[in-house]
T-cell receptor
Framework: SQTIHQWPATLVQPVGSPLSLECTVE??????LYWYRQAAGRGLQLLFY??????ISSEVPQNLSASRPQDRQFILSSKKLLLSDSGFYLC????????????FGQGTRLTVV | GESVGLHLPTLSVQEGDNSIINCAYS??????FIWYKQESGKGPQFIID?????DKRQGQRVTVLLDKTVKHLSLQIAATQPGDSAVYFC????????????FGTGTKLQVIP
């Protein structure tokens, strides 16, 4: 069966520090991969999605970047965190075939102080 | 469309009553719709889906209705229970090469015991 791993679960980082969140998927090949951010009490904001290794689409301009060094690995990064980067970050995957749902990781709670 | 910056609307329902959560989708070309439930501090979980060639689909205590004429989707929960308290998102699958899943604003369901 397919599983998605996202870590760490919680993270407290000072302003100006770098960030690296990692997400890996098991049990499937060539998935679509997504990074979402969810501010407290708000909906899901799509940050990046990827349809293949090295292929990243950015949905909104921001202080973050994403990379996909391997087929089932998706990394969210920042060189210098801002206070506004605080939030709940979710990684998700879906298959490339038509009409499929997205499966989510458990999320990372990032607090920038 | 994206839900950035929007506070989640809240629906309060008495335990045992039926709940109806509504969602408007944006793309008339979408042909697959999904409802997700997100409990506090967790990633969204799949509840039920429906394809555009259907108007209604029933699951266990949940029913999804699709009205393509007005691009409207609803989730009905029968005999709402305290465990149903969560944020509910609808999502649409956009036709095209990348099958990107796009989420609606989300609705917070509060069940009153």
């Amino acid at each position: 069966s397919q599983t998605i791993h996202q870590w760490p679960a919680t993270l407290v980082q000072p302003v100006g520090s770098p960030l690296s969140l990692e997400c890996t998927v098991e049990g499937t090949s060539n998935p679509n991969l997504y990074w979402y951010r969810q501010a407290a009490g708000r909906g899901l904001q799509l940050l990046f999605y990827s349809v293949g290794i090295g292929q990243i689409s950015s949905e909104v301009p921001q202080n973050l970047s994403a990379s996909r060094p391997q087929d089932r690995q998706f990394i969210l990064s920042s060189k210098k965190l801002l206070l506004s980067d605080s939030g709940f970050y979710l990684c998700a995957w879906s298959t490339l075939t038509m009409n499929t749902e997205a499966f989510f990781g458990q999320g990372t709670r990032l607090t920038v102080v | 469309g994206e839900s950035v910056g929007l506070h989640l609307p809240t629906l309060s329902v008495q335990e045992g009553d039926n709940s109806i959560i509504n969602c408007a989708y944006s793309n008339s070309a979408s042909d697959y719709f999904i409802w997700y439930k997100q409990e506090s501090g967790k990633g969204p979980q799949f509840i039920i889906d429906i394809r555009s060639n259907m108007d209604k689909r029933q699951g266990q205590r949940v029913t999804v209705l699709l009205d393509k004429t007005v691009k409207h989707l609803s989730l009905q929960i029968a005999a709402t229970q305290p465990g149903d308290s969560a944020v509910y998102f609808c999502a649409e699958n956009i036709l095209g090469g990348y099958q990107k899943v796009t989420f609606g604003t989300g609705t917070k369901l509060q069940v009153i015991p």
